[in-house]
Protein backbone atom coordinates (compact mmCIF):
# COMPACT_ATOMS: atom_id res chain seq x y z
CA UNK A 1 0.00 0.00 0.00
CA UNK A 2 1.52 3.32 -1.20
CA UNK A 3 2.00 5.55 2.04
CA UNK A 4 0.12 9.22 1.85
CA UNK A 5 2.18 12.40 2.43
CA UNK A 6 0.60 12.70 5.65
CA UNK A 7 2.43 8.92 6.40
CA UNK A 8 5.36 10.78 5.29
CA UNK A 9 5.27 13.39 7.66
CA UNK A 10 5.12 11.14 10.70
CA UNK A 11 8.18 9.08 9.47
CA UNK A 12 9.94 12.09 8.71
CA UNK A 13 9.36 13.74 12.01
CA UNK A 14 8.26 11.36 14.20
CA UNK A 15 5.05 9.70 14.76
CA UNK A 16 4.89 10.74 18.41
CA UNK A 17 5.78 14.54 17.80
CA UNK A 18 2.80 14.73 14.94
CA UNK A 19 0.53 13.03 17.57
CA UNK A 20 0.93 15.08 20.07
CA UNK A 21 0.63 18.11 18.25
CA UNK A 22 -2.60 16.98 16.36
CA UNK A 23 -3.88 15.87 20.07
CA UNK A 24 -2.94 17.76 22.24
CA UNK A 25 -6.15 19.25 23.65
CA UNK A 26 -6.83 15.52 24.31
CA UNK A 27 -3.55 14.86 25.73
CA UNK A 28 -4.64 17.71 28.71
CA UNK A 29 -8.03 17.06 28.96
CA UNK A 30 -7.86 13.27 29.03
CA UNK A 31 -5.04 13.79 31.97
CA UNK A 32 -7.59 16.01 33.78
CA UNK A 33 -10.53 13.52 33.21
CA UNK A 34 -8.73 9.87 33.72
CA UNK A 35 -6.08 11.53 36.76
CA UNK A 36 -8.65 10.39 39.23
CA UNK A 37 -9.89 7.33 38.89
CA UNK A 38 -5.85 6.24 38.23
CA UNK A 39 -4.57 7.54 41.46
CA UNK A 40 -7.77 5.27 42.92
CA UNK A 41 -5.83 2.07 41.64
CA UNK A 42 -4.70 -0.11 44.21
CA UNK A 43 -0.85 -0.05 44.54
CA UNK A 44 -0.48 -3.57 43.24
CA UNK A 45 1.41 -4.02 39.81
CA UNK A 46 -0.41 -2.56 36.72
CA UNK A 47 -0.04 -3.81 32.94
CA UNK A 48 -1.84 -1.46 30.53
CA UNK A 49 -2.81 -3.20 27.54
CA UNK A 50 -2.62 -0.60 24.74
CA UNK A 51 -4.00 -0.37 21.17
CA UNK A 52 -6.50 -3.19 21.54
CA UNK A 53 -9.05 -3.55 18.21
CA UNK A 54 -12.45 -1.59 18.84
CA UNK A 55 -13.66 -2.34 15.57
CA UNK A 56 -15.63 -4.89 13.67
CA UNK A 57 -12.90 -7.37 12.83
CA UNK A 58 -13.58 -10.38 14.68
CA UNK A 59 -10.40 -12.09 14.46
CA UNK A 60 -9.05 -8.57 15.90
CA UNK A 61 -11.56 -8.98 18.46
CA UNK A 62 -10.75 -12.05 19.52
CA UNK A 63 -7.18 -11.39 19.94
CA UNK A 64 -8.38 -8.75 22.46
CA UNK A 65 -10.38 -11.24 24.52
CA UNK A 66 -7.53 -13.83 24.41
CA UNK A 67 -5.01 -11.04 25.44
CA UNK A 68 -7.32 -9.62 28.37
CA UNK A 69 -7.85 -13.52 29.57
CA UNK A 70 -4.14 -14.38 29.25
CA UNK A 71 -3.53 -11.08 31.39
CA UNK A 72 -5.89 -11.95 34.06
CA UNK A 73 -4.41 -15.47 34.26
CA UNK A 74 -1.27 -14.52 34.46
CA UNK A 75 -0.14 -10.95 35.19
CA UNK A 76 0.25 -10.60 38.96
CA UNK A 77 -2.03 -6.84 39.52
CA UNK A 78 -4.57 -5.10 37.77
CA UNK A 79 -5.01 -5.03 33.82
CA UNK A 80 -6.00 -1.92 32.43
CA UNK A 81 -7.44 -2.10 28.65
CA UNK A 82 -6.88 0.83 26.42
CA UNK A 83 -8.57 0.76 23.18
CA UNK A 84 -6.98 1.80 19.71
CA UNK A 85 -7.86 5.19 18.64
CA UNK A 86 -7.28 6.31 22.83
CA UNK A 87 -3.31 6.57 23.21
CA UNK A 88 -3.68 10.82 23.22
CA UNK A 89 -6.44 10.38 26.47
CA UNK A 90 -4.58 8.53 28.20
CA UNK A 91 -0.91 9.26 27.20
CA UNK A 92 -0.14 11.57 30.12
CA UNK A 93 -1.75 9.73 32.70
CA UNK A 94 0.15 7.01 31.69
CA UNK A 95 3.06 8.78 32.32
CA UNK A 96 2.30 9.97 35.44
CA UNK A 97 0.82 6.83 37.22
CA UNK A 98 3.68 4.03 35.39
CA UNK A 99 5.56 2.27 38.72
CA UNK A 100 8.87 0.20 38.12
CA UNK A 101 7.09 -2.96 38.11
CA UNK A 102 4.42 -1.73 35.90
CA UNK A 103 4.09 -3.84 32.12
CA UNK A 104 2.53 -1.62 29.03
CA UNK A 105 1.41 -4.58 26.67
CA UNK A 106 0.62 -3.85 22.88
CA UNK A 107 -2.24 -5.50 21.20
CA UNK A 108 -0.95 -8.64 18.81
CA UNK A 109 -2.08 -9.27 15.03
CA UNK A 110 -1.02 -9.26 11.30
CA UNK A 111 -0.39 -5.00 11.64
CA UNK A 112 3.49 -4.81 11.95
CA UNK A 113 4.04 -3.27 8.26
CA UNK A 114 2.73 -1.10 5.81
CA UNK A 115 -0.26 -2.97 4.91
CA UNK A 116 -2.15 -1.22 7.77
CA UNK A 117 0.29 1.74 8.47
CA UNK A 118 -2.14 3.78 11.17
CA UNK A 119 -1.46 0.64 13.81
CA UNK A 120 1.94 0.58 13.03
CA UNK A 121 2.42 4.98 13.72
CA UNK A 122 -0.19 4.06 17.19
CA UNK A 123 2.76 1.18 18.09
CA UNK A 124 6.00 3.49 17.50
CA UNK A 125 3.98 6.30 19.68
CA UNK A 126 3.83 4.44 22.33
CA UNK A 127 7.41 3.69 22.01
CA UNK A 128 8.54 6.43 21.54
CA UNK A 129 6.42 8.24 24.04
CA UNK A 130 7.79 5.45 26.87
CA UNK A 131 11.34 4.05 25.54
CA UNK A 132 12.26 3.02 29.13
CA UNK A 133 9.20 1.71 30.15
CA UNK A 134 9.33 -2.16 30.50
CA UNK A 135 6.93 -3.20 27.01
CA UNK A 136 5.60 -6.10 25.35
CA UNK A 137 4.35 -6.62 22.41
CA UNK A 138 1.87 -9.43 21.72
CA UNK A 139 1.95 -11.91 19.01
CA UNK A 140 2.50 -10.17 15.92
CA UNK A 141 2.66 -11.01 12.00
CA UNK A 142 5.13 -8.71 10.03
CA UNK A 143 5.08 -7.98 6.74
CA UNK A 144 6.68 -4.86 4.75
CA UNK A 145 5.79 -4.61 1.41
CA UNK A 146 8.66 -2.79 -1.41
CA UNK A 147 6.69 0.60 -0.72
CA UNK A 148 6.81 0.30 2.95
CA UNK A 149 10.67 0.41 3.58
CA UNK A 150 10.89 4.01 4.98
CA UNK A 151 8.01 3.25 7.30
CA UNK A 152 10.16 -0.13 8.13
CA UNK A 153 13.44 1.96 9.01
CA UNK A 154 11.48 4.32 10.92
CA UNK A 155 10.66 1.43 13.09
CA UNK A 156 14.05 0.28 13.18
CA UNK A 157 14.96 3.42 14.93
CA UNK A 158 12.37 3.87 16.90
CA UNK A 159 12.57 0.28 18.55
CA UNK A 160 16.10 0.61 18.69
CA UNK A 161 16.05 3.46 20.96
CA UNK A 162 13.66 1.09 23.36
CA UNK A 163 15.34 -0.10 26.56
CA UNK A 164 13.19 -2.53 27.54
CA UNK A 165 11.03 -4.05 24.93
CA UNK A 166 10.41 -7.54 23.79
CA UNK A 167 8.74 -8.61 20.73
CA UNK A 168 6.78 -12.02 20.00
CA UNK A 169 5.96 -13.26 16.37
CA UNK A 170 3.06 -15.95 16.03
CA UNK A 171 4.97 -17.67 13.09
CA UNK A 172 7.77 -18.64 11.86
CA UNK A 173 8.50 -16.82 8.92
CA UNK A 174 7.91 -13.40 10.78
CA UNK A 175 10.03 -14.37 14.05
CA UNK A 176 12.69 -14.69 11.25
CA UNK A 177 12.17 -11.32 10.23
CA UNK A 178 11.99 -9.90 13.03
CA UNK A 179 15.00 -11.15 14.24
CA UNK A 180 16.46 -9.89 11.11
CA UNK A 181 15.06 -6.74 11.27
CA UNK A 182 15.60 -6.26 15.14
CA UNK A 183 18.75 -7.86 15.96
CA UNK A 184 19.45 -6.08 19.28
CA UNK A 185 15.82 -6.61 20.22
CA UNK A 186 14.48 -10.29 22.24
CA UNK A 187 12.05 -12.30 19.59
CA UNK A 188 10.55 -15.23 20.49
CA UNK A 189 8.08 -17.59 18.78
CA UNK A 190 4.42 -18.36 19.94
CA UNK A 191 1.64 -19.12 18.26
CA UNK A 192 -1.35 -16.76 17.39
CA UNK A 193 -3.21 -15.69 21.07
CA UNK A 194 -6.36 -16.84 19.99
CA UNK A 195 -5.80 -20.61 19.99
CA UNK A 196 -5.37 -20.12 23.79
CA UNK A 197 -8.67 -18.46 24.27
CA UNK A 198 -10.92 -20.50 26.58
CA UNK A 199 -14.44 -20.43 25.15
CA UNK A 200 -16.18 -21.82 27.98
CA UNK A 201 -16.96 -18.36 28.80
CA UNK A 202 -19.52 -17.93 25.84
CA UNK A 203 -22.77 -19.09 25.44
CA UNK A 204 -22.96 -21.18 22.28
CA UNK A 205 -26.11 -23.52 21.78
CA UNK A 206 -25.88 -27.30 21.27
CA UNK A 207 -27.09 -27.79 17.98
CA UNK A 208 -27.55 -30.26 15.53
CA UNK A 209 -24.56 -29.19 12.78
CA UNK A 210 -25.70 -29.20 9.19
CA UNK A 211 -24.02 -27.23 6.15
CA UNK A 212 -21.06 -25.79 4.91
CA UNK A 213 -19.97 -21.95 6.02
CA UNK A 214 -17.17 -20.40 4.04
CA UNK A 215 -15.52 -17.33 5.49
CA UNK A 216 -14.09 -15.25 3.19
CA UNK A 217 -12.12 -12.22 2.84
CA UNK A 218 -12.87 -9.55 0.58
CA UNK A 219 -10.35 -6.70 0.80
CA UNK A 220 -6.32 -6.11 0.19
CA UNK A 221 -5.07 -9.71 1.66
CA UNK A 222 -7.85 -11.45 -0.29
CA UNK A 223 -5.83 -14.27 -2.64
CA UNK A 224 -8.53 -16.99 -4.31
CA UNK A 225 -10.44 -15.08 -6.51
CA UNK A 226 -14.10 -15.55 -8.21
CA UNK A 227 -12.98 -18.21 -10.63
CA UNK A 228 -11.41 -20.00 -7.78
CA UNK A 229 -14.31 -20.14 -5.29
CA UNK A 230 -16.41 -20.34 -7.96
CA UNK A 231 -14.68 -23.66 -9.12
CA UNK A 232 -15.32 -25.12 -5.17
CA UNK A 233 -18.81 -23.70 -4.77
CA UNK A 234 -20.15 -26.01 -7.74
CA UNK A 235 -18.19 -28.71 -6.51
CA UNK A 236 -19.49 -28.39 -2.83
CA UNK A 237 -23.49 -28.11 -4.67
CA UNK A 238 -22.23 -31.60 -6.41
CA UNK A 239 -21.80 -33.15 -3.19
CA UNK A 240 -25.32 -31.81 -2.40
CA UNK A 241 -24.24 -30.05 0.65
CA UNK A 242 -25.82 -26.37 1.75
CA UNK A 243 -22.88 -23.65 1.58
CA UNK A 244 -23.18 -20.12 3.06
CA UNK A 245 -21.02 -17.74 2.41
CA UNK A 246 -19.96 -15.24 5.53
CA UNK A 247 -16.91 -13.37 6.59
CA UNK A 248 -15.11 -12.67 9.94
CA UNK A 249 -16.04 -8.96 9.52
CA UNK A 250 -19.51 -7.01 11.26
CA UNK A 251 -20.46 -4.05 10.28
CA UNK A 252 -21.07 -2.02 13.01
CA UNK A 253 -19.21 1.17 13.52
CA UNK A 254 -16.20 1.77 15.75
CA UNK A 255 -15.66 1.94 18.52
CA UNK A 256 -16.91 -1.75 19.57
CA UNK A 257 -16.86 -1.78 23.42
CA UNK A 258 -15.74 -4.96 25.68
CA UNK A 259 -19.45 -6.15 26.23
CA UNK A 260 -20.10 -6.08 22.67
CA UNK A 261 -17.08 -7.88 21.67
CA UNK A 262 -17.74 -10.67 23.73
CA UNK A 263 -20.96 -11.08 21.99
CA UNK A 264 -20.04 -10.62 18.85
CA UNK A 265 -17.21 -13.20 18.92
CA UNK A 266 -20.41 -15.55 21.19
CA UNK A 267 -22.19 -15.03 17.58
CA UNK A 268 -18.88 -16.45 14.94
CA UNK A 269 -18.27 -19.01 17.28
CA UNK A 270 -22.32 -20.08 17.48
CA UNK A 271 -21.89 -19.86 13.85
CA UNK A 272 -19.13 -22.16 13.54
CA UNK A 273 -20.12 -24.40 15.70
CA UNK A 274 -23.11 -24.89 14.05
CA UNK A 275 -21.39 -26.12 11.05
CA UNK A 276 -20.60 -29.27 9.56
CA UNK A 277 -17.28 -27.67 7.44
CA UNK A 278 -15.71 -24.26 7.23
CA UNK A 279 -13.73 -22.90 4.13
CA UNK A 280 -11.79 -20.27 5.15
CA UNK A 281 -9.02 -17.77 3.95
CA UNK A 282 -9.23 -15.83 7.21
CA UNK A 283 -6.61 -16.77 9.89
CA UNK A 284 -9.32 -16.35 12.56
CA UNK A 285 -11.70 -18.47 10.33
CA UNK A 286 -9.45 -21.13 10.91
CA UNK A 287 -8.53 -20.84 14.30
CA UNK A 288 -12.80 -20.21 15.31
CA UNK A 289 -12.75 -23.77 13.61
CA UNK A 290 -9.94 -25.40 15.59
CA UNK A 291 -11.34 -23.65 18.52
CA UNK A 292 -14.74 -25.29 17.97
CA UNK A 293 -13.79 -28.41 16.52
CA UNK A 294 -15.17 -27.65 13.28
CA UNK A 295 -13.42 -29.82 10.25
CA UNK A 296 -11.76 -26.64 8.00
CA UNK A 297 -10.29 -26.28 4.88
CA UNK A 298 -8.19 -23.43 4.80
CA UNK A 299 -6.94 -21.57 1.71
CA UNK A 300 -3.95 -18.84 1.30
CA UNK A 301 -4.21 -15.40 1.84
CA UNK A 302 -1.67 -13.26 0.12
CA UNK A 303 1.26 -13.28 2.13
CA UNK A 304 2.35 -15.34 5.01
CA UNK A 305 0.47 -15.42 7.91
CA UNK A 306 -2.66 -17.77 6.90
CA UNK A 307 -0.27 -20.59 6.48
CA UNK A 308 2.30 -19.62 8.74
CA UNK A 309 0.10 -19.80 11.84
CA UNK A 310 -1.90 -22.99 10.23
CA UNK A 311 1.93 -24.61 10.42
CA UNK A 312 0.79 -25.14 14.72
CA UNK A 313 -2.24 -26.88 13.40
CA UNK A 314 -0.85 -28.95 10.68
CA UNK A 315 -0.91 -32.27 12.81
CA UNK A 316 -4.94 -31.73 13.49
CA UNK A 317 -6.60 -33.88 11.07
CA UNK A 318 -9.57 -32.23 10.45
CA UNK A 319 -7.79 -28.81 9.22
CA UNK A 320 -6.41 -29.47 6.13
CA UNK A 321 -4.44 -26.46 4.22
CA UNK A 322 -5.09 -26.15 0.42
CA UNK A 323 -2.72 -24.46 -2.32
CA UNK A 324 -4.74 -24.72 -4.91
CA UNK A 325 -8.46 -25.14 -5.51
CA UNK A 326 -8.37 -28.61 -6.72
CA UNK A 327 -6.67 -29.23 -3.39
CA UNK A 328 -9.76 -27.65 -1.49
CA UNK A 329 -12.15 -29.62 -3.12
CA UNK A 330 -10.01 -33.07 -2.61
CA UNK A 331 -9.97 -32.15 1.32
CA UNK A 332 -13.19 -31.35 1.35
CA UNK A 333 -14.69 -34.72 0.01
CA UNK A 334 -12.24 -36.24 1.88
CA UNK A 335 -13.21 -34.39 5.44
CA UNK A 336 -17.10 -34.52 4.48
CA UNK A 337 -16.17 -38.69 4.34
CA UNK A 338 -14.41 -39.31 7.11
CA UNK A 339 -15.12 -40.12 10.55
CA UNK A 340 -13.45 -37.95 13.19
CA UNK A 341 -12.65 -38.99 16.99
CA UNK A 342 -11.61 -37.03 20.49
CA UNK A 343 -7.92 -37.27 19.07
CA UNK A 344 -8.65 -35.98 15.55
CA UNK A 345 -9.63 -32.10 16.95
CA UNK A 346 -7.74 -29.07 18.49
CA UNK A 347 -7.89 -28.52 22.03
CA UNK A 348 -5.81 -25.76 23.94
CA UNK A 349 -4.04 -28.12 26.00
CA UNK A 350 -1.69 -29.45 23.09
CA UNK A 351 -0.86 -26.12 22.12
CA UNK A 352 -0.12 -24.34 25.96
CA UNK A 353 3.03 -25.01 26.31
CA UNK A 354 4.36 -23.37 23.53
CA UNK A 355 3.15 -20.58 25.57
CA UNK A 356 5.61 -19.72 28.30
CA UNK A 357 7.80 -17.66 27.06
CA UNK A 358 5.01 -15.22 26.91
CA UNK A 359 3.53 -16.12 30.19
CA UNK A 360 6.68 -15.74 31.52
CA UNK A 361 7.71 -12.52 30.52
CA UNK A 362 4.37 -11.29 31.91
CA UNK A 363 5.54 -12.03 35.41
Request: hydrophobic share 35%; with cysteine; charged share 25%.
Amino acid sequence: MALTYKDRMKIWFGPERIGCLNNLRMYEQGYKENKNAFSRLSKSRKCFLLSTANYGNLGDLAIAEAEVQLLRDHFDGEVIEIPYGSLWEYAKVIDRFFEPDDLLCLHGGGNMGDVYPLYEFERSSILSLFPNYRTIVMPQTISYTESGKSLLEMTKRIYSKHTNLQLFAREEISWREMKLQYPELDVQLVPDIVLNLDIRGYKIPQCQRSGITALLRNDIEKRTNNDDFSKIHTAVNQMQKKLSVADTVVEEKAPIHQRERHFFIEQILTEIYSSQMVITDRLHGMVFAALTQTPCVVLPNNNHKVFGVYKWLENIPSIRFAHTPEEAIAFISELDETYFDEDSFYTRDKLQNKFTSLIRALR
